[in-house]
């Protein structure tokens, strides 16, 4: 990355901060401060530090993915928040608020439950491996092909960071999908850097996409006002959502 596209990506950063401020709550705020190193990642930690007395699954893994994005994974409330989703774990290895749910919906939640659990030092082995286990008895190329970034994102937050015997053929079609819609549309800059920013990596499995070219579209996709829309969603919400993504996704290639 040269040194004029690390400024224009930093730029991009204070830009879509200044969005966040205008239009986020204290967390969303915090969280965009902590990006452009403005207001350390602490003072969001100690926001979220209190999980309540039985938190559900979703809040959870909201939970742990804002503690990702500051790369607090060491956090007090980070193991608590291990302890409480050991403890919530089914016995098919999965995870989600009731036992009724979809298969889709279990699927995104117990690959991007697996993915945080995996870079703490707050989880047993066998979590993960039960983990593991349940997405790869679920595995079928269909579904990460089209407009699946949920389930695209699970398998790749998952696996990248839990051994598997599975793991490098499931690696490799989701990063085939996930560069074949990127380069058809399907995704957009931002949600697809975001999958790199999860595995922590500035290369995939399966996937040609180099980490300039994403930033390059992820600066060319910011709006007027600094901040970055969510197609098909055009909620104030979504929009600080999108926002944040594309904060922590520059932050993690440029």
């Known amino acids: 990355m040269t040194a004029a596209k690390n400024a224009d990506a930093f730029a991009a950063m204070q830009r879509a901060a200044a969005y966040v401020e205008s239009a986020g709550d204290e967390v969303a705020i915090g969280r965009a401060r902590a990006s452009i190193g403005t207001q350390p990642a602490s003072v969001v930690v100690e926001q979220l530090r209190d999980l309540g007395p ?17 790369r607090c994974m060491n956090a007090t409330p980070v193991e608590r928040a291990c302890e409480r989703l050991a403890a919530a774990q089914q016995g098919d290895g ?19 439950i697996a993915g945080y659990l995996a870079k703490t030092p707050f989880v047993r082995q066998s979590i993960l491996a039960s983990a593991a286990d349940f997405l790869a008895a679920r595995w079928d190329p269909e579904r990460v092909k089209g407009a699946a970034w949920g389930a695209n ?15 490098d053929a499931i690696l490799q079609w989701c990063g085939r999908e996930l560069e074949r819609g990127f380069l058809t549309g399907v995704y957009d800059a931002v949600r697809t850097a975001r999958v790199f920013a999860l595995c922590k990596a500035h290369a995939l499995p399966g996937s040609r996409l180099a980490a300039s070219e ?5 600066i060319d996709e910011q709006m007027d006002d600094g901040g970055y829309a969510l197609p098909g969603d055009s909620s104030n919400r979504a929009r600080v959502a999108q926002t944040l993504d594309a904060l922590v996704s520059l932050e993690h290639l440029a």
Do not use: K, N
Request: charge should be negative; charged fraction near 30%.
């Open 54 to 70: 039985e938190p559900s699954v979703s809040r959870l893994l909201r939970t742990l993915g804002i503690f990702d994005d500051l």
């Open 94 to 112: 999965s995870w989600s608020d009731r036992e009724d749910a979809p298969e889709d919906e279990r699927i995104f939640a117990t690959g991007m």
């Open 153 to 167: 994102a699970a398998y790749f937050h998952c696996f990248a960071l839990v051994r598997h015997e599975q793991a």
């Open 214 to 218: 994403l930033v390059s579209r992820i």
